[in-house]
T-cell receptor, first 109, second 112 residues
Framework: DQQVKQNSPSLSVQEGRISILNCDYT??????FLWYKKYPAEGPTFLIS?????DKNEDGRFTVFLNKSAKHLSLHIVPSQPGDSAVYFCGNTGNQFYFGTGTSLTVIP | DGGITQSPKYLFRKEGQNVTLSCEQNLNHDAMYWYRQDPGQGLRLIYYSQIVNDFQKGDIAEGYSVSREKKESFPLTVTSAQKNPTAFYLC???????????FGSGTRLTVV
């Protein structure tokens, strides 16, 4: 049973526009979330995290929003750049480690 | 339900001992991976396998060994040559290389 779900396997966005990647989770005890980015033939790289005591965390062009009541988090990339084209994973870490199946983002120049 | 299983969740070993971490998947995925995570760092690739009886080194393969005798199984051995083995180890599989990942829930290894 998927504890963390990314329901959109792919997303295409025009360069300069906003990319919004979504993630849902099932366990209300989850308290720390991560987003990873992965290029082909490379390991995932850490992007941004958020603790459940916050509802927003920003790092440059990347912002993660957490809606605990809806058990939903989203990653916003503004403005999107072609180098952002990659697979993005959301996940929960704590005593266990659950990841979604990834969303492949393509930013079109 | 299909999935990927790592066992055990927590593992303690004495320094100098080899230890093998299990990873099994019933998703019929061709590719499997091992990653390591240390506090404050992202995932780092140890080994990956695209197909049975074949595997490739990742970024930090030294001190580790793997085998892929069956499609479903990709065990990781942490050898005594690994200088700093205490870490969180994550196994993953994918439909094909770098597409459609499923992650296991991890094994936390502590070497004392």
């Amino acid at each position: 049973d998927q504890q963390v779900k990314q329901n959109s396997p792919s997303l295409s966005v025009q360069e300069g526009r906003i990319s919004i990647l979504n993630c849902d989770y099932t366990n209300s005890m989850f308290d720390y979330f991560l987003w990873y980015k992965k290029y082909p033939a490379e390991g995932p790289t850490f992007l941004i995290s958020i603790s459940s005591i916050k509802d927003k965390n920003e790092d440059g062009r990347f912002t993660v929003f957490l809606n605990k009541s809806a058990k939903h988090l989203s990653l916003h990339i503004v403005p999107s750049q072609p180098g952002d084209s990659a697979v993005y994973f959301c996940g929960n870490t704590g005593n266990q480690f659950y990841f979604g199946t990834g969303t492949s983002l393509t930013v079109i120049p | 339900d299909g999935g990927i299983t790592q066992s055990p969740k927590y593992l303690f070993r004495k320094e100098g001992q080899n230890v093998t971490l299990s990873c099994e998947q019933n998703l019929n995925h061709d590719a499997m991976y091992w990653y390591r995570q240390d506090p404050g760092q992202g995932l780092r690739l140890i080994y990956y396998s695209q197909i049975v009886n074949d595997f490739q080194k990742g970024d930090i393969a030294e001190g580790y060994s793997v085998s892929r005798e069956k499609k479903e199984s990709f065990p990781l051995t942490v050898t005594s040559a690994q200088k700093n083995p205490t870490a969180f180890y994550l196994c993953a599989s994918s439909i094909q290389l770098n597409y459609g990942y499923t992650f296991g829930s991890g094994t936390r290894l502590t070497v004392v």
